[in-house]
């Protein structure tokens, strides 16, 4: 079954400038050519395509997936490593997960203050001085 980009990108559920995209950083294989010059792809591109869409959608890096493929292409080998790389991904959705909870709560707090006009507005003079409202630490 060879497929045209556009066929790949409805059955991936990719646009067509990010297979390009994959291919140039090769996470993608560069496809076979018709003779006029037209990419031909797989049922493996497909799944591959499909492998690195929902690993960034769940937000891992282009060098983790990169990592991340290389492993699924030895499946006899220990997935400790595949391990690895999640949990350090996990770790950094943590970390950003507990930075934007101290930014809601800032958030909360300005939103808070008492404020009638501008030249009193609590908002503006916290975001000038930090110090004004409660606020978390960074």
């Known amino acids: 079954m060879a497929l045209t980009i556009g066929e790949l990108s409805r059955q991936a559920q990719v646009k067509v400038p990010t297979i390009r995209y994959y291919e140039q950083i090769g996470l993608l294989s560069e496809p076979v050519r018709t003779e006029g010059q ?34 699924a292409s030895a499946p006899d ?9 999640t949990i350090a991904h996990l770790d950094e959705v943590k970390s950003k997960i507990a930075r934007l909870t101290a930014l809601r709560d800032e958030l909360e707090a300005m939103v808070g203050c008492d404020h009638r006009r501008i030249s009193e507005c609590r908002i503006i003079e916290v975001l000038a ?4 409202c409660r606020h978390a630490e960074h």
């Open 38 to 71: 037209q990419r031909r792809y797989g049922p493996e591109d497909v799944r591959r395509l499909n492998f690195i869409r929902h690993a960034r959608e769940l937000g891992f890096e282009v060098d983790a997936i990169r990592q991340l493929l290389d492993l």
């Open 77 to 85: 080998r220990a997935c400790g490593e595949v391990h690895d790389i």
């Open 129 to 132: 001085d930090h110090g004004q």
